[in-house]
Every structure is written in C-alpha cells, then in structure tokens.
C-alpha cells in the first residue's frame, strides 16, 4: 500500500480561525513532509520531520505549525491564516528522509481563506 | 544555484507523437533527478528518475536524457496518449544530503490531442 490520505479533502475557513489538517501513512516512512502549492506553480516545501523530529523548516510563518504525535501521523495546525495563505497543502512520506528516496504525495487539501 | 529551470510551461502534441520537456540546473551538487506527474485534483506522483552515473534511463514509454557536461536533462514521451495529459515537473536534489529537500522546475502542462 503506497498511499497517505490526508484529511479534510476541502477546507473554508475565516481568517481568526483556528483548524488542523491531517495526513496518516501506513508505509512505516520515517519521514513526512508538507508542501503548499499554488495553482500552476510547484509545490514548495514548507517542513520536514525525520523520525519524528522536525529536521527542516523552510522559515514558514508561525501561523503555521506542524506536529508529528507518531511515525504515521502528522498535523497542521493552522491560526489567523491570510487570504493569501489559500493553496493546496500536500502531504508526503519517504522511507527515511534522504534525496534520492521516493517522496509519495497524498492528494492534498484544498485550503481557502476567507 | 538551488534553481531548476524547466520548458516549455505549457505542450499541445498529437496523440502518438513524442512529448519532450527540458531541464536544467546549476548546482553540480544535485545527484537525484526525479520526474513527478500530476494530474489535476491529486498529488504529484514520482514518473522516473535518474542518478548522473548513467545518460539515459527508459521505463516503457518514458525516458529520461541526462547531460551531465551540459547540466541539463529532459524527459521524452513517446507514443504520446491523451491519458498523458497531466502537469510535469523535473526536480533535483542533494542525494544523500540536505534531508529530502527537492528542488522543483516551474512544471510543464501537457495536452495531448485525440
């Protein structure tokens, strides 16, 4: 099974909201990742934990916060996000984290700010 | 340094002709060149990838051109398909080091006519 499911599929929130995304991997990865992406664009990495400690930051806003309670699990903690903050959030897992593993994405969420 | 350029941004073939899209890069560090596909609504998903050691790299109708002197790369499709109609995006990264970060092309929309 080389799936990550991420949870919810859509997500409409106000700017002084307070929500959370989530993405599970049952491939027993050691790595996981979020990246944003705008519409015609590349994702753009935003963290990176490697068994289960945050390892890359790409100096993302701190309205931004991620959290891996365990190897399978990881979270976006999202407050007083601006509109511009709309995008697709990606998730992804590899087995341990080095460049030349396979980085498998789930289908994303699609975030909108009002 | 850390950019990856990609063209063309958008590709209109005739089904059964052959798609290539071009890559290139700075950064002589890079040692991991992998090809993502991404249909619209979903996540990208890893096509092909090459390492330097090796020029060219096929798996069915897909194949990867290295130029390592040149620093460039690119992907061939042959026998193109409308079911190849996808957004495509190079990426490079560090291999071993630099904890997974890929650094992606600006992506390339291919259409494939009927």
């Known amino acids: 099974d080389t799936e990550v499911t991420q949870t919810p599929k859509h997500l409409v929130m106000g700017m002084t909201n307070k929500k959370s995304l989530k993405c599970e991997q049952h491939m027993g990865h050691r790595a996981m990742y979020w990246y944003k992406q705008k519409a015609k664009k590349p994702p753009e990495l935003m963290f990176v934990y490697s068994y289960e400690k945050l390892s890359i930051n790409e100096s993302v806003p701190s309205r931004f916060s991620p959290e891996c309670p365990n190897s399978s699990l990881l979270n976006l903690h999202l407050h007083a996000l601006q509109p511009e903050d709309s995008a697709l959030y990606l998730c992804a897992s590899s087995q341990t984290g080095v460049g030349t593993d396979t980085q498998y994405f789930g289908p994303g969420t699609r975030l909108t700010v009002l | 340094q850390q950019q990856v350029k990609q063209s063309p941004q958008s590709l209109i073939v005739q089904k059964g002709g052959i798609s290539i899209i071009n890559c290139a890069y700075e950064?002589?560090?890079?040692?991991?060149f992998p090809w993502y596909q991404q249909f619209p609504g979903k996540g990208p998903a890893l096509l092909i990838a090459?390492?330097?050691?090796?020029s060219e790299k096929k798996e069915g109708r897909f194949t990867i051109s290295f130029n390592k002197s040149a620093k460039q790369f690119s992907l061939h499709i042959m026998d193109s398909q409308p079911g190849d109609s996808a957004t495509y995006f190079c990426a490079a990264s560090h291999g071993y080091n630099q904890g997974g970060k890929l650094i992606f092309g600006q992506g390339t929309e291919l259409s494939v006519k009927p």
């Open positions: 090459i390492r330097p050691d090796v």
């Open positions: 950064n002589t560090a890079f040692d991991y």
